[in-house]
Antibody, heavy 121, light 112 residues
Framework: EEQLVESGGGLVQPGRSLRLSCAAS????????IHWVRQAPGKGLEWVAT????????GYADSVRGRFTISRDNAKSSLYLQMNSLRGEDTALYYC??????????????WGQGTTVIVSS | QSVLTQPPSVSGAPGQRVTISCSGS?????????VHWYQQLPGTAPKLLIY???NRPSGVPDRFSGSKSGTSASLAITGLQAEDEADYYC????????????FGGGTRLTVL
């Protein structure tokens, strides 16, 4: 079964940094685009970032552009999200999700269980 | 404020048919981008329900169907069951630097 497992969440002070990881298994990781999507407590889904299979196309939501960096290591079947200058409004459950195709336009068909980030002093 | 607009809630009795609308604009759905739908059961990760406007992944019952027209899309659920009670999200894409993937605000389906 195709699987994604996020890690790296936790409690962090405003202004500090955190790096999330997402480990993929049971599918050919470098064939697909991957996304980060977050969900604040009691709120809806918010897209954060997308990276294409070869990392040649990357997109960010306005709310995180310039602070967050998405990257991937296809040799390790892993996705990352470097989050800098964290704010209270970044508090959320962060999901990584696999796209159905290589460039990120075909629907998110595999989701991890999420990792929680809490930004608070 | 989500880019795609969904009703906050809908409800229906078991066996009934309900629809959930997703309204966009000429810069997203109306630009020709596909619409996808997700179901999120309480306390779980979202699950892809409909992709490419009207296609069901393997394992999704044919009680669920999607459609798209102009700048809007809809999800229809027939033969409503108690297990369908969940949050439903539409998703599409937007051109330009400001956004790439866009979600609707979500609709809570209550089975009466």
């Amino acid at each position: 079964e195709e699987q994604l497992v996020e890690s790296g969440g936790g409690l962090v002070q405003p202004g500090r940094s955190l790096r999330l990881s997402c480990a993929a298994s049971e599918f050919t990781f470098d064939d697909y685009a991957i996304h980060w999507v977050r969900q604040a407590p009691g709120k809806g889904l918010e897209w954060v970032a997308t990276i294409s299979r070869k990392s040649d196309s990357i997109g960010y939501a306005d709310s995180v552009r310039g602070r967050f960096t998405i990257s991937r290591d296809n040799a390790k079947s892993s996705l990352y999200l470097q989050m800098n200058s964290l704010r209270g409004e970044d508090t959320a459950l962060y999901y990584c999700a696999k796209d159905r195709a290589d460039d990120g336009y075909y629907g998110l068909d595999v989701w991890g269980q999420g990792t929680t980030v809490i930004v608070s002093s | 404020q989500s880019v795609l607009t969904q009703p906050p809630s809908v409800s229906g009795a078991p066996g009934q048919r309900v629809t959930i609308s997703c309204s966009g604009s000429s810069s997203n759905i109306g630009a020709g981008y596909d619409v996808h739908w997700y179901q999120q059961l309480p306390g779980t990760a979202p699950k892809l329900l409909i992709y490419g406007n009207n296609n069901r992944p393997s394992g999704v019952p044919d009680r669920f169907s999607g459609s798209k027209s102009g700048t809007s899309a809809s999800l229809a659920i027939t033969g409503l069951q108690a297990e369908d009670e969940a949050d439903y999200y539409c998703q599409s894409y937007a051109s330009g630097l400001s956004a790439r993937v866009v979600f609707g605000g979500g609709t809570r389906l209550t089975v009466l």
